[in-house]
């Protein structure tokens, strides 16, 4: 009996371990998701994401109305904002983690439309022909000050930038040569495989573009994002529902403020439930205040932007929101004008210019530094913006001067976590 209870205790711990690896590998599946909506089956997580794809599809599908479609080639999760008219998180650059600009934009769109049309092989210079062709076709691209030839350096630069991104997604791999020659010499040239699977999955919204009849650009935006529900009662739960966990899932923080009446009450009911379902499938932490919810990521790594961060612009990020946070502490609700916090930016530049980068001195770097920053705080939702007016949000407040005794000590020689802002991709 003893040799019988000891092979019983022992597959009931196997049991368990097994079933805490399963939802180890879920969780990391479902982040992987959250920050890479398309990872093709050249990343190592593609894998796990293929082994519990049906948990998965059924935990997205049912919780935020996002569709996960998984094949043999790549793993896409068609992740919809909750609000698509935040521009806070662009795609960013693999390689030098640069913003794609509003031109890189243009040129993606339209070496996607490329594509589609292009063998199982094409080259760099192939695509920007096309997207001249497709420029020239259109009159509103010039009009907007988008050139045809791609004779510059910046354009064929921004260019490259779209290209790397499709790279990076598995739309192409390369074959032959590097994009870095061309952004130097308009006649050099690459060699790409198109991966047509990877591309098919690439469009992500709730309603084809091509069915939506409004002209106007903000809606047919709102259009192609918006899912459809009838007004029963039980339609109204899910559709705040669904809002509340895209934006608990996709946002930094989740203000009170920024729900209507309804969503707030829904949330007061439902919250203990949205909450733990999150924790449970993702490993974010809530942090509920009594001005909203983060769910907070203790390792860091779920998030487009970080704060502390290393550099220039990571310390005199973190030197603003110490000087806002003591602002909204001591005068809650007072905006500050943008061109104080230029000022505040010079005056770091003065004390700091020795262990800053050496180009900070050079004139224009003050505002140029002090809108990064801003916006990199409003990606984080720690700032709002209005017009030439900065307003810290409550969630800034963890970047405050602590008093400690005599002394004065910061948040950031705390152990500080990251909000957890997801790409959207």
């Not at 196997?14 to 890479?36: F, I, M, S, T």
């Not at 000050?145 to 790397?164: H, K, M, N, T, Y």
């Amino acid at each position: 009996m003893s040799a019988r209870r000891n092979r019983s205790v022992q597959l009931s711990r196997l049991e368990q371990a097994l079933d805490a690896n399963v939802v180890e590998e879920r969780r990391q599946a479902v982040r992987a998701l959250l920050g890479n909506p398309l990872i093709p089956s050249t990343d190592a997580r593609h894998a796990t994401i293929r082994k519990h794809a049906e948990w998965i599809r059924n935990w997205f599908s049912h919780h935020a109305e996002w569709q996960l479609t998984v094949t043999a080639e790549a793993a896409r999760l068609r992740k919809t904002p909750a609000d698509p008219d935040d521009g806070t998180r662009p795609c960013r650059s693999p390689k030098t983690d640069t913003q794609l600009a509003r031109r890189g934009y243009v040129y993606l769109c339209l070496s996607l439309a490329t594509l589609t049309r292009a063998d199982r092989q094409t080259t760099l210079g192939s695509i920007a022909r096309e997207i001249g062709s497709h420029i020239r076709a259109e009159l509103r691209f010039e009009a907007a000050g988008i050139g045809s030839e791609l004779d510059s350096r910046d354009e064929r630069r921004e260019l490259v930038g779209a290209i790397r991104l499709l790279l990076a997604w598995g739309v192409l791999g390369r074959v032959h040569d590097d994009e870095e020659r061309f952004v130097r010499d308009q006649n050099a040239d690459a060699l790409y495989n198109v991966n047509r699977p990877v591309l098919a999955r690439i469009m992500a919204t709730a309603n084809p573009p091509s069915l939506v009849s409004a002209k106007a650009f903000e809606e047919r935006l709102g259009a192609i994002a918006e899912l459809s529900f009838d007004e029963s009662e039980e339609s109204r739960h899910r559709r705040w529902r669904t809002r509340l966990f895209r934006r608990l899932l996709d946002d930094p923080v989740l203000y009170y403020d920024t729900l209507s009446a309804d969503e707030k009450a829904y949330l007061d009911r439902q919250r203990g439930s949205i909450l733990q379902a999150i924790e449970d499938a993702t490993g974010l932490v809530r942090e509920v205040r009594s001005e909203g919810i983060a769910m907070v990521d203790p390792t860091g790594r779920l998030t487009d932007y970080s704060l502390p961060e290393e550099g220039t612009e990571g310390h005199l990020t973190l030197l603003i929101a110490e000087h806002l946070s003591n602002i909204l502490r001591e005068t809650p609700e007072r905006s500050v004008a943008l061109e104080e916090l230029v000022e505040f930016t010079r005056e770091r530049i003065r004390q700091h210019r020795k262990r800053w980068r050496k180009d900070v001195s050079e004139p224009g770097q003050d505002r140029a530094l002090t809108e990064e920053v801003v916006n990199r705080l409003r990606a984080l939702s720690l700032v709002e913006t209005r017009d030439t007016m900065v307003l810290p949000r409550p969630a800034l407040g963890r970047y405050g001067l602590k008093p400690d005794s005599e002394e004065m000590e910061t948040h950031h020689n705390l152990p500080c976590f990251e909000y957890a802002a997801r790409s959207d991709k």
